[in-house]
């Protein structure tokens, strides 16, 4: 199963990104490990993991510390080593409207605005990861099980939010 994990990460100087190889890795330690190795006195570090176009995983350092995971599926850990490596051990989110996370669209407009969620989707992890950066956890699974929605394009509508759109995306180019 091929993959694409960009960290990004931001100190006092902004934001910056970089590809990091997962290869080899054993456990979320090591994981965590790679990420810090990116910029290792960063306040912030995430890094997105897309795998085949069907899973994302995002990963959360504090200032090197407190590893936070989401997934947005739990088969991914059944699918692939790494999977299994990033999400096998991962609950389900303890959200008590993740039932009203998974129905809605988006809100707020006409019906159709935004796609259907995915009813097959299982997220896993801590969706609040992001809620302090703008993206709450509500949000962050409805874009995860959005209808025809690609974890790139939810690692690029993230990354919009957070002001890194630029740095993650230039990644992919090369």
Known sequence: ????????????????AAEVNLR??????????????????ADLS???VEADD????????DEGEDLRVFGSDSAYAEESRLGSV????????DLDDLGEA?????????EGDQPAVDPEADPVGDADLLADLGIP????????TGEGMLPADVTAEVCQVLGCTDEVEELREV
């Open 54 to 61: 069907a899973y994302l995983v995002v990963l959360r350092l």
């Open 1 to 16: 199963m091929s993959y694409f994990a960009a960290a990004a990460v931001r100190d006092a100087g902004g934001w910056t």
């Open 86 to 93: 990033l999400v096998g051990d991962l609950k389900a989110p």
């Open 102 to 110: 998974r129905r809605t669209t988006g809100g707020g407009g006409a």
């Open 46 to 48: 995430l890094l997105f």
């Open 137 to 144: 956890a509500q949000r962050l699974i409805t874009l995860c």
């Open 24 to 41: 080899g890795v054993t456990d979320l330690d090591e994981v965590a490990e790679r990420l810090r190795d990116v910029e290792p006195d």
